[in-house]
T-cell receptor, first 114, second 113 residues
């Protein structure tokens, strides 16, 4: 069975600082990996996805993630945090590539200090 | 194009009652999935419907059921509500082609008292 682990539940950065949100996966087959963002009182929005085409994946809002098979990781980064990035971020994995049955991590709340 | 619409937005029910939640997918999307989100368990997959057939199912008791209509609209039903069913229920639709992403609605917040 596949799973994802997001260490820590809360990350706080200053505006303009690097954002790094960690995600490690466990999968018996080559995984499909996703990062979603959830703003308060809203549903989830896809930031980016890895589907084996390229190990460095660029997403929306300046975010990117790098797939590292040797480390079983798919960490999310953004060079410079903006106040509007404050939200909850979820890493998710799918075995089949079908987007319909995702296994989500617990989520990380990102706070951005002025 | 309108997004995924979930109704109602908020719902308060009493233990033992049943509830029906509705989801209208994005036009043209034939796959509809449901997820339960709670602070303790996070996001958990409930089930997925495609062309009126349940295609995938998560590990939830039989009290949780769903269906999909010919216009792709979907409903989920929870019978004999328990306090632990209090959660945000999220619906997501997809084109169901390779790499097509899930589009989530804003959810229905269910509170069971």
């Amino acid at each position: 069975a596949q799973s994802v682990t997001q260490l820590g539940s809360h990350v706080s950065v200053s505006e303009g600082a690097l954002v790094l949100l960690r995600c490690n996966y466990s999968s018996s087959v080559p995984p499909y990996l996703f990062w979603y963002v959830q703003y308060p009182n809203q549903g989830l929005q896809l930031l980016l996805k890895y589907t084996s085409a390229a190990t460095l994946v660029k997403g929306i809002n300046g975010f990117e993630a790098e797939f590292k098979k040797s480390e079983t990781s798919f960490h999310l980064t953004k060079p410079s945090a903006h106040m509007s990035d404050a939200a909850e971020y979820f890493c998710a994995v799918s075995k089949t590539g079908a987007n319909s049955k995702l296994t989500f991590g617990k989520g990380i709340t990102l706070s951005v200090r002025p | 194009k309108a997004g995924v619409t979930q109704t109602p937005r908020y719902l308060i029910k009493t233990r033992g009652q049943q509830v029906t939640l509705s989801c209208s997918p994005i036009s043209g999307h034939r796959s509809v999935s449901w997820y339960q989100q709670t602070p303790g368990q996070g996001l958990q997959f409930l089930f997925e419907y495609f062309s009126e057939t349940q295609r995938n199912k998560g590990n939830f008791p039989g009290r949780f059921s769903g269906r999909q209509f010919s216009n792709s609209r979907s409903e989920m039903n929870v019978s004999t509500l328990e306090l632990g069913d209090s959660a945000l229920y999220l619906c997501a639709s997809s084109l169901d082609t390779y790499n097509s992403p899930l589009h989530f609605g804003n959810g229905t917040r269910l509170t069971v008292t």
